[in-house]
């Protein structure tokens, strides 16, 4: 399994993102590989950067089959970040469940006098 360079990796531009994954297809494509298979990608463009023949599936039907009758009638649906907020949301109406979305703030987006007040508060 091969992630999206991009996941997780907060404070990236579209522009370097698309430069990553477009060196990950090249990497691919010089390695042998003669067709991409891409589960559930962040965007469809993906497919456009690909100098192979790339397919786009989803997993999101065959999963929720399984976890309608393994989920707990109370179950909330969860997105670790904006980003997977709209899957989320695609999960969560095949669920029938309500949606959280996690919303993380880097400490490098405050200014000092911010951190350093933050900082004294976690430590008391």
């Known amino acids: 399994m091969i992630a ?4 997780r990796s907060p404070g ?9 994954v477009r060196v990950m297809a090249d990497a691919l494509a010089h390695a ?3 067709r991409l298979v891409v589960v559930d990608p962040h965007t469809a463009a993906l497919e456009a950067m690909c100098a192979i023949p790339a397919e786009m ?7 929720t089959r399984v976890l309608e009758t393994e ?3 109370e179950a909330v649906v969860v997105a670790l970040d904006l980003g997977a907020a709209k899957l989320a949301q ?7 469940r309500p949606v959280a979305v996690v919303l993380r703030i880097f400490s490098s987006l405050y200014s000092s006098t911010q951190r350093s007040s933050k900082r004294r508060m976690r430590s008391i």
């Open 71 to 73: 989920m707990p009638a």
């Open 90 to 96: 695609h999960y969560a109406a095949l669920l029938s």
């Open 57 to 63: 599936l989803t997993a999101v039907p065959a999963l």
């Open 32 to 34: 042998g590989a003669q």
């Open 12 to 20: 990236r531009s579209d522009v370097t993102d698309a430069i990553g």
């Open 4 to 7: 999206d360079p991009a996941e």
